[in-house]
C-alpha cells in the first residue's frame, strides 16, 4: 500500500489543500500513518490530536486517527479546540510525544491542512518532505493503536491564567475589553476564559462556525478589525483583541481604534520582559519595523532578526535560548515562564500583564511608539520557478552596489531614513514587499527601489495576490 500527496499540498510549515480538490480522508490516513511511523521510530508511542472549526474537520480526524493507530501509536483525543490548546497537551502532558491539529488556520473555508510537533520540537520542512516520500514508497509501520479522549480546556485555561500571576487584582478589575474569535475554534476556550477574568469583557463571534459568517478570521487584515472596532468604541473599552481561525495569532485595536500590529505587540512584550530578564535575546522576523530592534536595543536586550515562519522562529528560539519571539503576522512565542509556542489566547493574558506591570494603559503604550510611515505586507502573484530566481538576481545586483543588504530571508535593504524588503513566501507562489520611512517621502523612494529591482528582473508589483 502507498499513497501519493498532491505536490502543492506538502508545504514548508504544515500541511494545507482544497478539500475535495487537494485534501481529503486519504491524505489524512497517509499523514497519519507517515507520523506514527516516524514517532515510533524515535520511540514515541502517543499522538495527541484535535481539530478546528471548519466543516471538513471532523471527517480528516476519524482518517488521521485511522492512520496513526494502523501504524501501531496510540491517539490522546482532544476534540474541537484551538492549536494552541493541541501544543499545550503535546508540551504538558507526559505520556504525550507528538501532536497534529487539523487546521486551515487563516485560509478560506474551504482549505484546511495539519499542523504538527513532534517530540517537543516543531515538525516541518524536511520532516513534512519525509512523509511524503515514507507514504509514496508505502514505508510505514503495521500495528493497532488505542484512542483515548481527553477534554483538556479547564487545565488549560488555569495554566494561561497563570501569566497574570503577581498583578493586583484590584489593577484588573477596572479593565474593559473587547475579544474577537471570529467564529474559530478559538471561541470556546475565549468564553471559559473571559468568564475567570476580572474586569468586564465583551465577546463576540464565539460561536465556532466553520464558514466563517462575520468576517474572515485573519486578524491582520485591518477590514478584519471593524467588527471588534466598533466595539470598542460604542462600549468605550480599553482595547480589543482579535484571533485568527485556529487560535495561534493575536491582533489588536487600541482603546482609540489604531491597530497594533505584531511588532508593535512585541514592542510592549519586550519593554515588559526585559525589565525582569535584562539582556535576553528577543527575535522577530524580517517584516517587522526597525522600532522594534530599535526599542528592544533600548531596553538592554540583544535583537535578533530571523526567517518568517513560525516553525522557523521556534527553533530558532531554542538554538538561542531566546525568552520571546514574534513574527509581522501575530504568532508571539513566550519561552520565559511558557512552553515557547505560539498561543493568541496566552498572548493576550501577557497584554493585560505587561499592562499592569508597566502602569501604562495599553493605549499609552501605543501612542509612545514613533510614527512610521510603512506599506502593510504586499503581496504580488510570482510563478513558482521565479521566485526565489528573482531573489537572488537581486541580492546579485545589490551585492555590486553600497547597499547595506540583510540576507536572513529574502533582500532587506537598510538606509538611513527607512529600509525595505522582498522576499520569497515559502508557502504560496508569490513574493512578498513591505517597506517603512520615517517620511511619505522616504517611502516613495524606497518603493520605486523595488520597483526598479523588479522591473530589472522582468516583474512587477502587480495585483496583491490573496493569503
Known sequence: MSHNFDPSVLREYDIRGIIGETLGPDDARAIGRGFATLLRRAGGSRIAVGYDGRVSSPILERALIEGINASGCDVVAIGMSATPMLYYTEASAEDVDGGIE???????????????????????????????????????DDGTGTVESRSILAEYIDRILLGLDGIEMDVLNGLRIGWDAGNGSAGPALEALAARLPGEHHLLFTDVDGNFPNHHPDPTVEANLEDLRTLVAEK???????????????????????????????????????????????????KASRALFDHISAHGGTPLMWKTGHSLIKSKMKETNSPLAGEMSGHVFFADTYYGYDDALYAAIRLIAASAR??????????????????????????????????????????KTDAVV??????????????????????????????????????????????????????????????
Open 358 to 399: 508597566l502602569g501604562k494603559s495599553v493605549t499609552e503604550l501605543r501612542s509612545a511608539m514613533p510614527a512610521m510611515v510603512n506599506t502593510p505586507e504586499m503581496r504580488f502573484q510570482v510563478d513558482e520557478s521565479r521566485k526565489f530566481a528573482a531573489i537572488d538576481e537581486v541580492k546579485a545586483r545589490l551585492s
Open 406 to 467: 540583510d540576507g536572513t530571508d529574502g533582500v532587506r535593504v537598510t538606509s538611513p531614513d527607512g529600509w525595505w524588503l522582498l522576499r520569497a513566501s515559502n508557502t504560496q507562489d508569490v513574493l512578498v514587499a513591505r517597506a517603512e520611512s520615517e517620511t511619505e517621502g522616504g517611502l516613495e523612494r524606497l518603493m520605486a527601489q523595488i520597483d526598479e529591482q523588479l522591473a530589472l528582473s522582468g516583474l512587477e508589483r502587480g495585483e496583491s495576490a490573496a493569503h
Open 236 to 286: 468605550n473599552l480599553h482595547f480589543g483583541v482579535a484571533f485568527d481561525g485556529d487560535g495561534d495569532r493575536i491582533g489588536a485595536i487600541d482603546g482609540e481604534g489604531r491597530v497594533i500590529w505584531g511588532d508593535q505587540l512585541l514592542m510592549i512584550y519586550a519593554e515588559d520582559l526585559l525589565s525582569r530578564m535584562p539582556g535576553a535575546t528577543i527575535i522577530a522576523d524580517v
Open 102 to 140: 487539523i487546521t486551515g488556520s487563516h485560509n478560506p473555508a474551504n482549505y484546511n491542512g495539519f499542523k504538527m510537533v513532534f517530540q517537543g520540537r516543531p515538525f516541518f520542512g524536511e520532516d513534512i518532505l519525509r512523509v511524503g516520500k515514507m507514504a509514496a514508497a508505502g514505508d510505514w
